[in-house]
């Protein structure tokens, strides 16, 4: 049987060949760069594009297919391939991720979580204006600059303020993702009934509203722009202010008070990421569809007719 200092031995010499692959993956990335950056010299482009959905989602579908083989988690397994997908995607270029903001909200998480730790994000007070300056990048020939946003929620539904902006935005949808959304009650007290005015966004308040009446059903509660916004609140108010929040803003004088109050441990949005362009087919992709209906009777069911 092995002795400790020579399995360890064995390690070691492993984790070298594995940086050596990741080095070796990166110059084969680098390779492509240069050759899609020339492409675009000579087709008159300012940049090439880095971010090539239909590609990515084929090689989280063949690793996927070998982690499953191997019996390895595939969450674990996926997470440490996003951040080897970001590494090489970067010796190409930059994506730019426009999200609602400030640092902390859930859009934030969920372009990391699908770009990345290599993703420069940058935020917005509002999800219209995180469109409108992804279009703006965009149409000053910044390929790479996409924005982040959330479309649904499995308990409130479509998010109206992405609905409309969806409906005169000139990007297109080149992707998707599902992040699941956990709530936390932060604050500066130390339990659930020294708060006494909880701040959150709209969507928030509405997730955890079944908890909120439980514990809290005489607290004032009140709307700003996103999570993080209220996290931020909650920081700089007395002891007896809260914030419904991402638990990961827990810390900087903000307690976690109460985790996972949404009142579904379900509670899922999914993301859309909007771009350029079209992506070229996966193999295995989805259309999304949105359009505006005029306000009488009967214009729903002739629209859904066309799909019968």
């Known amino acids: 049987m092995p002795n400790v200092k020579s399995v360890r ?19 084969m990335a680098r390779d492509v760069g240069n050759e899609k950056a020339s492409l675009a010299r000579q087709a008159g482009k300012k940049k090439a594009t880095v971010l090539v959905p239909e590609r990515e989602e084929q090689i989280y579908r063949r690793v996927r297919r070998l982690a499953d ?13 996003t951040e080897i997908v970001s590494l090489c995607r ?10 609602l903001g400030p640092a902390g909200t859930h859009s934030d998480w969920a372009a990391r979580a699908r770009f990345g730790e290599a993703v420069n994000v940058e935020y917005h007070d509002s999800i219209p204006r995180a469109f409108k300056a992804a279009e703006q990048a965009v149409a000053n020939g910044d390929v790479n600059s996409v924005a982040v946003v959330p479309i649904e929620n499995s308990l409130e539904g479509t998010i109206p303020a992405t609905a409309d902006a969806l409906l005169t935005t000139s990007l297109k949808l080149v992707g998707e993702g599902f992040y699941r959304v956990r709530h936390a009650l932060l604050s500066k007290a130390r339990s659930a009934k020294e708060v006494k005015t909880v701040y959150s966004h709209p969507m928030g308040l509405a997730q955890c509203a079944r908890w909120l009446q439980e514990n809290l059903p005489s607290a004032r509660l009140v709307e700003v722009s996103s999570t993080a916004e209220a996290a931020r609140h909650a920081t700089g108010a007395p002891k007896n202010v809260g914030a419904i929040a991402s638990p990961y803003l827990a810390g900087n004088g903000l307690n976690l008070v109460a985790s996972d109050i949404q009142d579904s441990l379900d509670n899922t949005t999914r993301f859309g990421i909007l771009g350029a362009a079209v992506p070229g087919a996966s193999g295995d992709d989805k259309t999304s569809l949105v359009f505006s209906l005029p306000n009488k009777s009967g214009s729903l069911a002739d629209a859904l007719d066309v799909f019968s």
């Open 9 to 27: 031995s064995r390690i070691d010499e492993i984790d070298t060949q594995i940086l050596e692959l990741l080095t070796h993956r990166m110059r």
């Open 69 to 81: 083989q191997h019996r390895l988690p595939w969450p674990l397994i996926q997470s440490i391939f």
């Open 90 to 99: 970067a010796t190409q270029g930059q994506v730019t991720a426009h999200v």
